[in-house]
């Protein structure tokens, strides 16, 4: 099965929130074995073996790092925690905070797992847990899908990827200028070129965050 490459975050004393665990992990698949199904049929499995735990396969096409996970983890979780979810199900409200969008279907479309990135043989996941599990959890799901660990690739760095996220988020210059003053950026004109990839990859992040933030204010359910 190969050794844990997952990473495995410890999120507490966050106000309004109760302390949870989050595992983001990639496994490698076999496409003939292995359809979306199968990763719902999973999904199932675990949530109802494992209380106050969450499992979502999704697309990462769209994912900037493990920080747009994060951030998306820690609004599911208050949103359930001050009743002000959007959907019933932690695992498709995860997809909306990935997604930043209200509409499932939406979201399911671009964040959703699809044939792709089954023929990729590569595919990504997060765990939300209440409990110290994510390990077990992990060998579970490696286990039911006779999958194995690969090393994430989430935090590597390309303008392709920045310009791809931006385009879906739909990211005006302005909007990126606004951020980069924050960060001291001196100049009224938005050169791409001169900043360096850590900085716009903050930028997005701060973006992402805001839309996130707006979504949870709009309090009624939907799904």
């Known amino acids: 099965m190969g050794f844990t490459v997952m990473k495995i975050y410890s999120i507490s004393n966050l106000i309004g929130v109760s302390n949870y665990n989050v595992g983001i992990n990639q496994i490698e698949i076999d496409p003939k074995e292995v359809q979306i199904n199968k990763l719902v049929e999973l999904i199932e499995v675990i949530q109802n073996h494992y209380k106050d735990t969450l499992l979502q396969f999704f697309n990462d096409q769209y994912i900037l790092n ?3 996970i994060l951030r998306a983890c820690y609004f599911v979780q208050k949103a359930f925690s001050t009743k002000t979810n ?12 990935l997604a ?16 792709n990135n089954l023929q990729d043989k590569r595919i990504s996941f997060c765990i939300i847990s209440q409990k110290d599990n994510i390990q077990q959890v992990n060998i579970e ?11 994430l690739n989430l935090e590597n760095l390309s303008i392709d ?8 988020f739909e990211f005006s210059e302005n909007q990126i200028l606004t951020v980069l003053k924050a960060y ?27 839309k996130m933030t707006l979504l949870s204010l709009e309090k009624r359910k939907s799904i």
């Open 141 to 151: 799901i490696n286990s039911y899908l006779q999958s194995q660990d690969v090393s």
């Open 86 to 97: 959007i959907s019933n199900k932690k695992n498709l409200e995860l997809l909306l905070y």
């Open 100 to 115: 930043a969008k209200r509409q499932i279907k939406l979201s399911l479309e671009c964040f959703g797992v699809n044939d």
């Open 66 to 68: 493990s920080e747009h």
């Open 161 to 168: 990827k920045f310009n791809i996220v931006r385009k879906y």
């Open 184 to 210: 001291e950026y001196k100049s009224d004109i938005l050169d791409i070129n001169s900043i360096k990839l850590e900085r716009l990859y903050e930028v997005l992040n701060d973006l992402i965050c805001e």
